[in-house]
């Protein structure tokens, strides 16, 4: 079984990488691959559980059950998503810059339980 299923097949990219230099400018048209950078941000996170552990004796049973939380949030400055998803030059004195906010935890639940029958069915 696969960790991530794709739903869709994305079409091969098919435009060509432009890269323009001048004395004080650098402008690159990425074409189709352009359209990664989203112009607000992109969000992405899960929740996993991990491989649980446990004992059991007679009708008792205690486990350790690992779970981890985490998102991450990536956005880019005005500048420089005009520079990668819109094609302006790159000029001096300009800041380009990306944020990133990511956050993760991990906790542990404590599992116990007893197993005994309800019903006799003779």
Avoid at 5 to 14: D, H, M, R
Avoid at 29 to 54: C, M, Q, W, Y
Wanted: charged letters at 15%; proline letters at 7%.
């Amino acid at each position: 079984m696969p960790w991530n299923l794709q739903i869709v097949e994305p079409a091969p990219i098919s435009s060509d990488i432009t890269i323009s230099i001048s004395q004080s400018s650098l402008a690159v048209d990425l074409g189709e691959v352009k359209n990664v950078f989203p112009a607000d941000h992109t969000r992405i996170g899960a929740v996993v559980n991990g491989p649980s552990v446990g004992l059991g004796i007679g009708h008792l049973f205690a486990g350790i059950i690992p779970v981890i939380q985490y998102d991450n949030d990536i956005s880019l400055n005005p500048a420089l998503h005009g520079a990668l998803a819109e094609g302006k030059p790159f000029v001096p004195n300009t800041e380009y810059a990306m944020l990133d906010k990511a956050r993760a935890q991990a906790m542990q639940f404590k599992d116990t339980a007893v197993i005994m029958r309800v019903l006799d069915y003779a």
